[in-house]
């Protein structure tokens, strides 16, 4: 699997897909989840190379699920969606090990931009 | 609080949906007499409440033309009695990108959406009945409905 991608908006969900095939990216595999636990399931049966995560979600916050995934000993790369854009909390998503931060609303560039890095282009 | 202006909304709700939308100062802060949908949202730290409200089939057109939805979707939609669940996931998450422009000093948290105002939190009421701080604009979404959304918030 290419990629995991963890939001409660159903919404969200297809818009992040369709900004990663209008990125070029569109062979990539990808599955998704509605939340941090559901998505710490998914992480260990699907081994996805990237997770796009939303922050604020049920059940357990996107900051919440980076932490209980490297508790885990799990380093795969994660950025992370969301509408809150503040210095604080950018911060507090790299001091966490995230590899990246996409503001909502987005364009299919500032996608391909968190993505190519990571994914080696399209 | 500093004002919200019309100029970062129209951005903001612009780039949200791909199509022109336009917030406007509006000619009157008369009461809009159409059903009004309310978000809340608890800006950081301070743990205050802050309330958008504004006319159902604005927010509707907005979360149409997120979706891709054409307003005849729209509007066949809105006119049964409950909102079809992809629209009201996609209102939602107008909602949700709104909280970027809520507070222009601080961190402001998204937390629901409610369509009857007698179910809002007490403090968010509060703040509905008595706002010390108001905006109030008067949108027009290109291709779609437009409307009236009011910004509210306490002392």
Known sequence: MDLLLVDDSKTMRMLVHRAIRQA???????????NGVEALEKVKTEKPKLILSDWNMPEMSGIDFLRALREMENRTPLGFITSESSGQLRELAMKHGASFLI???????????????????? | MPEVSAKGMTRLFSELVGRPVNFYEPSSSA??????????????????????????MLLASLAGALIGL???GVRERMEDARVDEGLADALREVMNIASRVVSIEHRAVFKAVYEDPRMLPSEALGVLRDPLYTSHFEVRVDGYQGGRLSLLAPS
Do not use: W
Not at chain 2, 44 to 50: E, F, H, Q, V
């Open chain 1, 24 to 34: 070029g990216y569109r062979n990539l595999t990808v599955c998704e989840a509605g």
């Open chain 1, 103 to 122: 503001v909502k609303p987005f364009s299919p560039e500032d996608v391909q931009e968190a993505l190519d890095p990571i994914l080696g282009g399209n």
């Open chain 2, 31 to 56: 009461p809009s007499p159409a059903k009004q949908i309310y978000a809340v949202y608890v800006v950081k730290p301070m743990d205050s409440i802050r309330v958008i409200h504004a006319d159902a």
């Open chain 2, 70 to 72: 054409p307003y005849e």
